[in-house]
Antibody, heavy 117, light 107 residues
Framework: QITLKESGPTLVKPTQTLTLTCTFSGFSLSTRGFSVGWIRQPPGKALEWLAHIYWNDDKRYSPSLKSRLTITKDTSKNQVVLTMTNMDPVDTATYYC?????????WGQGTLVTVSS | EIVMTQSPATLSVSPGERATLSCRASQSVSSNLAWYRQKPGQAPRLLIYAASTRATGIPARFSGSGSGTDFTLTISNLQSEDFAVYYCQQYNNWPDIFGQGTKLEIK
């Protein structure tokens, strides 16, 4: 059974760097074909894809946020980490990690990150 | 960058009836199109991938069709749990793009 869970701060200040961790089970990112993505959703708004990492360390980023994002994996810990620099109040959102090609067939519960001074 | 447009923004349908949701891509995405349902306070759930293939555990009353630029999600015999927001997603080209969503509400 595949499960994912996001963790990280619930509140960050403007200009700070956000670091989120996705801890998963039921698959390994050292196995060919597996991958994990990050998606966010501002309150009351639509889903926005952020970044993706594959078993072979291939990485993809949203063009509009590429300069601020870094995605990495730690296969020994079954974790994927997303960092986003220079946080702004408009980055307030629920951040999800998800398993999949895409498409994303398993999702974490999400973690709400608020950006405020 | 591909733009995904969903219509209508809100759809009012009575329980037990059928709902038809549309998703249009600004350029061809072949059949690399997925549909998700998101209930309030929950993460999205994958319903359909490859435009017409139901994901694991999804009942047959959910069906997807289309290819290229025009796609449809049809939900028959609407149940209470189906009143939610639905998103389409293209994964033919990076970046992944989600549509803006269709809210399916009880009439």
């Amino acid at each position: 059974q595949i499960t994912l869970k996001e963790s990280g701060p619930t509140l960050v200040k403007p200009t700070q760097t956000l670091t989120l961790t996705c801890t998963f089970s039921g698959f390994s990112l050292s196995t060919r074909g597996f991958s994990v993505g990050w998606i966010r959703q501002p309150p009351g708004k639509a889903l926005e894809w952020l970044a993706h990492i594959y078993w072979n360390d291939d990485k993809r980023y949203s063009p509009s946020l590429k300069s601020r994002l870094t995605i990495t994996k730690d296969t020994s810990k079954n974790q994927v980490v997303l960092t986003m620099t220079n946080m702004d109040p408009v980055d307030t959102a629920t951040y999800y990690c998800a398993h999949g090609g895409p498409p994303f067939d398993y999702w974490g519960q999400g973690t709400l990150v608020t950006v405020s001074s | 960058e591909i733009v995904m447009t969903q219509s209508p923004a809100t759809l009012s349908v009575s329980p037990g009836e059928r709902a038809t949701l549309s998703c249009r891509a600004s350029q061809s995405v072949s059949s690399n199109l997925a549909w998700y349902r998101q209930k309030p306070g929950q993460a999205p759930r994958l319903l359909i991938y490859a435009a017409s293939t139901r994901a694991t555990g999804i009942p047959a009353r959910f069906s997807g069709s289309g290819s290229g630029t025009d796609f449809t999600l049809t939900i028959s015999n609407l149940q209470s749990e189906d009143f939610a927001v639905y998103y389409c997603q293209q994964y033919n080209n990076w970046p992944d793009i989600f549509g803006q969503g269709t809210k399916l509400e009880i009439k």
